[in-house]
C-alpha cells in the first residue's frame, strides 16, 4: 500500500512540475513579447530595402 501511494504521489508530482514549467515559460514568452516595442525584423528589413534603392541609383 505505501509503494502504490508513493508512486501516485510521484506520478502527481511529475504533472504538476510539468504543468508549472509551462506555465512559466509561457509567462516569459507573452512577456518578452509584449516588451518589445520596436519591430526588429521589420527595421532590418527596411534597412535593407532602404541599402537596395540607395545603390541602384
Same mark, same amino acid.
Given at each position: 500500500?505505501?509503494?502504490?501511494?508513493?508512486?501516485? *504521489?510521484?506520478? *502527481?508530482?511529475?504533472?504538476?512540475?510539468f504543468?508549472?514549467?509551462?506555465?512559466?515559460?509561457?509567462? *516569459?514568452?507573452?512577456?518578452?513579447?509584449?516588451?518589445?516595442?520596436?519591430?526588429?525584423?521589420?527595421?532590418?528589413?527596411?534597412?535593407?530595402?532602404?541599402?537596395?534603392?540607395?545603390?541602384?541609383?
Open positions: 500500500m505505501d509503494k502504490e501511494k508513493a508512486d501516485k *504521489i510521484q506520478r *502527481i508530482f511529475n504533472w504538476v512540475r504543468v508549472i514549467l509551462v506555465l512559466f515559460l509561457t509567462f *516569459i514568452f507573452i512577456g518578452l513579447s509584449k516588451a518589445q516595442t520596436t519591430n526588429d525584423f521589420g527595421m532590418w528589413t527596411t534597412i535593407g530595402t532602404e541599402k537596395n534603392v540607395n545603390d541602384s541609383w
